[in-house]
T-cell receptor
């Protein structure tokens, strides 16, 4: 079974804190990885793709360790607006097509 | 601007009734997906389509059907609604070629079966 596992949280942190989310995936055939953000009662939206070399987008840093089948997301200098659920996603390629497998999400609450 | 829209946004229906949820995208994407999201389960794939006349079953397809007669639309039908199908339903679309970093979701349909 193809699965993506995340700590559900919630993570309750003060503004300005650094917070890290971890995720593991079970199928080594996974090809691409993403972090999505989902606000309460809204649709998921792509936050960032995750590359083997690690990648950064402002206050957000994503890392991928293929050997350990492990993905992480680091948020520095947390803002109130970062409060949301963060979904770890692995993509499996079937032939020429991709299929997304979602983790259950990690809830972040940033407090003043 | 291109978009993906779902309708209705909210629906209450009775057990046993047939219900159809609409999904329409103007991205001209070949791939379309239906997910349901429930507390404790995350997003689970119901059905998906890689193009016109193509449909495939996902992880939780029992009690659901889809049809793809054009590129823009993938309606989801609940043949005989059950209380277990009370959920939030999301439609998504993506281009043909992975990676799916250009997958976009509709705003969701909140369905209650009473």
């Amino acid at each position: 079974r193809k699965e993506v596992e995340q700590d559900p949280g919630p993570f309750n942190v003060p503004e300005g804190a650094t917070v890290a989310f971890n995720c593991t995936y079970s199928n080594s055939a996974s090809q691409s990885f993403f972090w999505y953000r989902q606000d309460c009662r809204k649709e998921p939206k792509l936050l960032m793709s995750v590359y083997s070399s690690g990648n950064e987008d402002g206050r957000f840093t994503a890392q991928l360790n293929r050997a350990s089948q492990y993905i992480s997301l680091l948020i520095r200098d947390s803002k109130l607006s970062d409060s949301a659920t963060y979904l770890c996603v692995a993509e499996y390629y079937g032939g020429s097509q991709g299929n997304l497998i979602f983790g259950k999400g990690t809830k972040l609450s940033v407090k003043p | 601007d291109a978009e993906i829209t779902q309708s209705p946004r909210h629906k209450i229906t009775e057990t046993g009734r047939q219900v159809t949820l609409a999904c329409h995208q103007t991205w001209n994407h070949n791939n379309m997906f239906w997910y349901r999201q429930d507390l404790g389960h995350g997003l689970r794939l119901i059905h998906y389509s890689y193009g016109v006349q193509d449909t495939n079953k996902g992880e939780v397809s029992d009690g659901y059907s889809v049809s793809r007669s054009n590129t823009e639309d993938l309606p989801l039908t609940l043949e005989s609604a059950a209380s277990s199908q009370t959920s939030v339903y999301f439609c998504a679309s993506s281009p043909s070629v992975p990676p799916s970093s250009r997958t976009f979701f509709g705003q969701g349909t909140r369905l209650t079966v009473v």
